[in-house]
């Protein structure tokens, strides 16, 4: 990210350190009347995570970051930021299901059963390798559960914290 001396002085720069730092440096710099844009032919470098482990622990970063940035900005909550928590529920309500219902249980697995066959398929298509479509698998449940357990995580300390 790249700034104006009058935008660093005017909204003071970062505030917070850590958890979603850069978004909601982000949205100050917005709300105080400056533009944001893309330059496209920026080279932007990130770690790239190495192992499903890492790449789990930065997605949960991540969800956690999300109900961070909600303390600052409410308005920054959107649905859309729910859906992996929801992926993630409803693959633990899965698991849970076998215990009180097999119907259930085999109509919960079918549907992420099929979820997981249409990542295969695209992924196969996509990238012309078998072995990358299987690791696509890998890939997107990590992810959702990653985020959706931080972000619920941290909405429970949200909603649970203690009034003062």
Known sequence: MGISRQ??????????????????????????????????????????RTNFRHFFKQLHFFGRARINIYRFFPSELKPIHFM???????CAFTMLSAIVSSKLFYLCSGILLLYSLLILIDSTVKNKSLKIGFLSIAAVFTQLTGYGIGFLTELK????K???
């Open 157 to 160: 300390r949200e909603l649970f």
């Open 84 to 90: 992996p928590a929801a992926f993630t529920l409803f």
């Open 162 to 164: 203690e009034r003062k």
């Open 7 to 48: 935008v660093f002085e005017k909204t003071r720069g970062y505030i917070i350190t850590r958890m979603g730092e850069d978004i909601e440096f982000s949205i100050r710099i917005i709300n105080s009347g400056f533009k944001s844009g893309l330059v496209e032919n920026a080279f932007v470098y990130h770690k790239r």
